[in-house]
């Protein structure tokens, strides 16, 4: 039989792999099928269920069937314009929100109709950057320092922005972010919107960890550059419901034609994003009231989690930056390049793959989100416990305070446990004193 040779791929396509998150989800479900005791801080899911106040609201409309509006269901994005409104002051309306099956689909939609260079901070999430080139669109990677817990600084953009002014530029600011936890305050974001309107950047505000800020503290950059930004939500992360797929834009007014472009291409491609999911949605966004006890203990449980791995890591000689929100934590290996060198551990993937093999623990490396393959660092996601128990447990400890190391070590012991593994395993490797 003749085979259709693969020098025919689309040369953007050509050498790209699953996405890595997903990649290394399926690889432990793999191993943990053949028996081994994985334990799965790779994939980004919420340990939490979703709300029983959505769920209900998911069964009360399972029978709609109808093809609804490309932009969305009109009483949906009107719930999300009056969210954006409560939570960071912006003027959008129904007309300005646009509805899809997830918000990393109308990522890669934006890039497929705006023509401009992809900018994002090293380290970002895994796709933006796959997403760009499929697409054929150059992307500037702007560097950070770990003093600056790796978030981007103001004069850094400009600097990138002076070498060619007029050149358009699509820049995705992801905070609470996917790596590191960080966030931005809003001294820098305010520095950080000045640099953008000065150069009339195309801003998309990556704000789906927004809710779990641990402190509830998070601030839209669109409070500072509202005529630029467009703001990127959904249900996946602090809602519990990444399967469900819907994401949400919301635009400034003069950008109604990029919305309008984006819609086009929807029409053509995915149609619209399923029905009974967006009627469900309308009360996630909208019900803000019934569902601030969630939020409440699901932002407690997560700042107690991230405090306890944090000291632990840091206590064997990692540099983990203070994180303010979301699930993860960038660990940076570096001071410990000659102990990890004696065990041929050189780059992020080598020490990666030792991880897992060697305690079972699964992360994901620096490489994957933009770091050079040498620097020694990992993303994990301290998700692996059971988050409605956890829930439970939380709100019967009286209050709304922090919730002590026992709590943590007790009701989130998946983490705790895979922790103390990666610890003593540098333990292990630590020369004698």
Known sequence: MTRIPDIHLNLNVRGLTASATLAINERSAALVAEGRRVYRLGLGQSPFPVPELVVEALRANAHQKDYLNVRGLAELRAAVADYHRRRSQTPATAEDVLIGPGSKELMFLIQLVYYGDLVVPIPSWVSYEPQAQIIGRHVRWIRTRREDHW???????ERLCAQDPKRPRLLILNYPNNPTGVSYDKETLAALAEVAARYQIVLLSDEIYGELHHRDEHHSIAEYYPEGTIVSTGLSKWCGAGGWRLGAFTFPPSMRWLLNSM??????TYTTT???IQYAAITAFRERAQLEDYLIQSRRILAALCRVASERLRSVGVHVPQADGGFYLFVDFEALRPLLAQRGITSSAALCEALLTETGVATLPGSNFGCAPELLSLRLAYVDFD?????????????????DDAFVRTRCAGVTEAIDRMCGWIARGAPAT
Request: hydrophobic share 55%; net charge negative; aromatic share 0%.
């Open 151 to 157: 978030l981007l600084q103001p004069e850094e953009l």
């Open 263 to 268: 819609a086009v291409v929807a029409s053509e």
């Open 274 to 276: 399923a029905a009974p």
């Open 387 to 403: 988050g409605g128990a956890a829930l439970e447990a939380a709100a019967a400890v009286p209050g709304d305070g922090p919730l």
